[in-house]
């Protein structure tokens, strides 16, 4: 006779393993037929069907608009995580003390988190359109600038004001993360630290910091690749415009396989994107694993 605790884990591999089998070889097939037709010169009205090796890649990245994509890629993704982590760390300890305002805020943080992304992008675009927008009337009635200015349509500032958005939107999840992970610390280290004489900047230095660098680090990791991922804000507030300089990966990969029918192309910037998101895949697991051990 088994045991009861066994016959539990057979049972539970018995039904997951199928589920498990199918999803992994759906995603491993895709991924196989995704490296081959990268490898070919394939296209949606014609196209050679035989292998061309890396000519597809090589082809690609002398094209000067795949460097621009792949480097607007590196920036889009570093910098709106950086600025989500650093606003997420401020707001969740700000958010942390248990004050009734702090908790009625609390309450309404995960408002831009929960709304579909089309309409975070569709609203924002309105707001900052140069001539319409309430963001340049605003900034035209207090007089710090002279007319509507062009946020989402100038080369220097198109990428940077999508990373503002994206920003805005994940940062709150970010932060309430933050708050539980703090409240989840014994109390005891707190009033160690008031004993020995730390003032509050001591306290966040050595003692919350130090006890959720795990939380911090795994969502640091979760948010950079929601946003290599994204695609649907750079498609709507800009189309990748003007020129390519606000194009990002996801957005060349769309453009590439449905606009332009170059599936090959396609499936090499697939593969580039991929990638970038298997460091940050592997970063993660490990990650995850050093906390789960330390637990």
């Given at each position: 006779?088994?045991?009861?605790?066994?016959?539990?884990?057979?049972?539970?591999?018995?039904?997951?393993?199928?589920?498990?089998?199918?999803?992994?070889?759906?995603?491993?097939?895709?991924?196989?037929?995704?490296?081959?037709?990268?490898?070919?010169?394939?296209?949606?009205?014609?196209?050679?069907?035989?292998?061309?090796?890396?000519?597809?890649?090589?082809?690609?990245?002398?094209?000067?608009?795949?460097?621009?994509?792949?480097?607007?890629?590196?920036?889009?993704?570093?910098?709106?995580?950086?600025?989500?982590?650093?606003?997420?760390?401020?707001?969740?300890?700000?958010?942390?003390?248990q004050m009734g305002a702090f908790r009625f805020i609390r309450g309404f943080m995960l408002l831009p988190w929960i709304m579909p992304g089309v309409i975070v992008a569709g609203v924002w675009k309105w707001m900052l359109h140069s001539q319409s927008g309430i963001i340049n009337r605003y900034l035209v009635e207090v007089g710090l600038i002279e007319q509507g200015f062009p946020f989402l349509g100038t080369p220097g500032t198109a990428l940077f004001t999508v990373a503002f958005v994206i920003v805005w939107r994940l940062f709150p999840l970010f932060a309430l993360v933050v708050v539980a992970s703090i409240h989840s610390i014994d109390v005891q280290l707190f009033e160690s630290g008031k004993i020995d004489g730390m003032n509050k900047w001591q306290e966040i230095w050595n003692i919350t910091l130090p006890s959720i660098r795990y939380q911090v680090l795994t969502m640091s990791l979760l948010n950079l690749i929601w946003i290599t991922n994204n695609l649907v804000l750079v498609s709507i507030m800009t189309k990748g415009g003007p020129m390519y300089y606000s194009t990002t990966l996801p957005l060349f990969m769309y453009q590439l396989g449905i606009q332009f029918g170059k599936l090959s192309q396609a499936s090499a910037a697939t593969m580039i994107n991929f990638l970038i998101l298997l460091v940050w895949g592997l970063l993660y697991f490990y990650i995850y694993r050093r906390n789960q051990l330390r637990g």
């Open positions: 006779m088994l045991r009861a605790s066994t016959s539990r884990k057979i049972w539970g591999y018995t039904f997951v393993y199928p589920i498990f089998l199918i999803i992994s070889g759906l995603v491993i097939g895709v991924l196989i037929y995704n490296i081959i037709l990268s490898f070919k010169d394939m296209q949606f009205l014609g196209g050679s069907t035989q292998f061309v090796g890396f000519q597809t890649y090589a082809e690609m990245l002398k094209r000067r608009e795949t460097v621009t994509v792949i480097l607007n890629s590196i920036k889009f993704n570093l910098v709106s995580t950086f600025f989500v982590i650093l606003l997420g760390l401020s707001v969740g300890i700000l958010l942390s003390e």
